[in-house]
């Protein structure tokens, strides 16, 4: 019940596409669902997060779409560009859980020019 | 203002050793976690401090130990290492205990263990 499942393990796309990431959990009490990037030889960085009261949340070229029913969540990269190869993690957590973080087992992008 | 700062950034062991590994929150951030990433298992929780206390312990055997200092560095220590103990570990600062505060993570120890 502590596990987030991510699909797909790696993804290959064209510039300008929109690759999408999808995210599933079950247990209902995770109520903070970061995205995390990471560069090869540096830590993951928080690209966005989402709280389960919204179904949608953009920041710049990165959407996530949160759909509480069906406890799945997904990342959507407008526009990707080359720069945005990189690995991909979601993430949940809860108030009662502190800082921990439970994370998907990532998905590996490769953005071709 | 500086990240989060770890070191070393790598370490080469051999089975039986131990190993301390030492991180650097950003300045004024109390809470310190840890995190052992490998190719099998991804991001795994170790451990996370707050205000020297640990607050919460993720799956790990007794040999993977951890304090927080008052100024709120923090230490971990792997003991008696086995070759599966080889990973990157992960350390993450962020200003309170929350489950909604942003986590920065620094740059990670890579720890080889022959």
């Known amino acids: 019940q502590q596990q987030v499942k991510q699909s797909p393990q790696s993804l290959i796309v064209q510039k300008g596409g929109i690759p999408i990431i999808n995210c599933a959990y079950e247990?209902?009490?995770?109520?903070?669902f970061p995205w995390y990037q990471q560069f090869p030889g540096k830590g993951p960085a928080l690209l966005i997060a989402i709280r389960p009261d919204v179904s949608e949340k953009k920041e710049g070229r990165f959407t996530i779409s949160f759909n509480k029913s069906a406890k799945q969540f997904s990342l959507h990269i407008m526009d990707s560009q080359p720069g945005d190869s990189a690995t991909y993690f979601c993430a949940a957590s809860g108030r009662e859980y502190g800082n921990k973080l439970v994370f998907g087992a990532g998905t590996i992008l490769r953005v071709k020019s | 203002k500086a990240g989060v700062t770890q070191t070393p950034r790598y370490l080469i062991k051999t089975r039986g050793q131990q190993v301390t590994l030492s991180c650097s929150p950003i300045s004024g951030h109390r809470s310190v976690s840890w995190y052992q990433q490998t190719p099998g298992q991804g991001l795994q929780f170790l451990f996370e401090?707050?205000?020297?206390?640990?607050?919460n312990k993720g799956n790990f055997p007794g040999r993977f130990s951890g304090r927080q200092f008052s100024n709120s560095r923090s230490e971990m220590n792997v003991s008696t290492l086995e070759l599966g103990d080889s990973a990157l570990y992960l350390c993450a600062s962020s200003l309170s205990g929350t489950s909604y505060n942003e986590q920065f993570f620094g740059p990670g120890t890579r720890l080889t263990v022959l």
């Open positions: 401090y707050f205000s020297e206390t640990q607050r």
């Open positions: 247990n209902t009490a995770f109520d903070y």
